[in-house]
C-alpha cells in the first residue's frame, strides 16, 4: 500500500475529507454486479450485496480524486483514515529529536510509517515478526527496524531510543506481547496508542505500571 508514496500531493486532502456519514444521511445503492457461483464472493453477496454504482445526495460525499486510480485512493478511506487518525493524535508530542514506534507493519503500520515521515520530524521504529514487511516499511521511509515482538524487543528499542523511550508508540496489532513492549517503550510524558485489536490485556496494574504521566492516546 504506497498510495501515499503514489499520490503525495492528494493524501492529506483525501483522509482530511473523509466522509462520515450520519443517519440523515441518504445513498441509494444500485446493484448490477455479477458473482461466480459457488464462490466466497457469492456467500458474502448473500449477507451484504456487491455494489457497482454509488449514487450520493451530499456533495460531501464524493472526492474528486482526478488522474489518482480508484485502486490506490480506495484504501485511503479505511487503512489510511484509521493510521492518518492515530498519527494526527500524538503529532503534538513529536518534535524534532523524539523517536515514534510503529508495532507491527502491516497495512495501517505502512500507512503510519508514511503519514510519521511526512508529519513529523521523529525518528520512525518499526517493528514486525515478518523480515518482508520490515523490508517494505523501510522502502517506504522507517529510520529503523526491529524484528520481535519477544523478549529482546524491549531492550531493542530502548538502545535505539538512547535509552529515552519513545515519544508516541502506535500499536496496531493488540496482543499481550506488543502492549508490554510498548508501554515499556513509552517515554516520560509520552503517548501509547492501541489501534490493533489483538484481544491483548496489559499484564500488569495501570497504577504505577506505566510511567510518569504517561497518555493513552
Given amino acids: 500500500m504506497s498510495s501515499f508514496r503514489h499520490a503525495e500531493?492528494?493524501?492529506?486532502?483525501?483522509?482530511?475529507?473523509?466522509?462520515?456519514?450520519?443517519q440523515r444521511s441518504r445513498i441509494s445503492l444500485l446493484s448490477d454486479a455479477r458473482?461466480?457461483?459457488?464462490?466466497?464472493e457469492k456467500k458474502l453477496?448473500?449477507?451484504?450485496?456487491?455494489?457497482?454504482?454509488v449514487v450520493a445526495k451530499a456533495p460531501r460525499d464524493v472526492i474528486p480524486i482526478g488522474s489518482l486510480d480508484p485502486r490506490t485512493a480506495a484504501p485511503l478511506t479505511d487503512a489510511g483514515a484509521t493510521s492518518y487518525h492515530a498519527v494526527?493524535?500524538?503529532?503534538?508530542?513529536?518534535a524534532p529529536g523524539t523517536a515514534a514506534i510503529v508495532l507491527g507493519a502491516g497495512g495501517l503500520g505502512a500507512f503510519a510509517v508514511q503519514f510519521?515521515?511526512?508529519?513529523?520530524?521523529?525518528?520512525?521504529?518499526?517493528?514486525?515478526?515478518?523480515?518482508?514487511?520490515?523490508?517494505?516499511?523501510?522502502?517506504?521511509?522507517?529510520?529503523?527496524t526491529v524484528t520481535g515482538v519477544d523478549e529482546s524487543t524491549a531492550r531493542?528499542?530502548?538502545?535505539?531510543t538512547n535509552g529515552e523511550g519513545a515519544a508516541a508508540v502506535?500499536?496496531?496489532?493488540?496482543?499481550?506481547?506488543?502492549?508490554?513492549?510498548?508501554?515499556?517503550?513509552v517515554r516520560p510524558y509520552g503517548a501509547y496508542a492501541l489501534?490493533?485489536?489483538?484481544?491483548?490485556?496489559?499484564?500488569?496494574?495501570?497504577?504505577?505500571?506505566?510511567?510518569?504521566?504517561?497518555?493513552?492516546?
Avoid at 482530511?16 to 450520519?22: A, E, G, I, M, S
Avoid at 458473482?35 to 466466497?40: A, E, H, I, K, T
Avoid at 494526527?88 to 513529536?94: G, I, Q, T
Fill in 170 to 185: 502506535l500499536d496496531f496489532v493488540g496482543i499481550d506481547s506488543t502492549i508490554d513492549a510498548g508501554v515499556a517503550a
Fill in 88 to 94: 494526527k493524535r500524538v503529532l503534538p508530542r513529536l
Fill in 156 to 160: 531493542e528499542l530502548a538502545r535505539l
Fill in 9 to 22: 500531493n492528494r493524501l492529506q486532502a483525501l483522509v482530511l475529507r473523509f466522509p462520515v456519514h450520519d
Fill in 45 to 53: 453477496a448473500a449477507r451484504k450485496p456487491i455494489r457497482s454504482h
Fill in 116 to 144: 510519521l515521515r511526512a508529519l513529523s520530524a521523529a525518528t520512525v521504529i518499526a517493528v514486525d515478526t515478518n523480515p518482508a514487511r520490515l523490508d517494505y516499511v523501510r522502502d517506504l521511509g522507517a529510520h529503523e
Fill in 35 to 40: 458473482v461466480p457461483n459457488g464462490s466466497d
Fill in 195 to 217: 489501534i490493533g485489536s489483538g484481544g491483548g490485556k496489559l499484564r500488569r496494574p495501570w497504577g504505577g505500571g506505566l510511567p510518569h504521566d504517561y497518555s493513552n492516546a
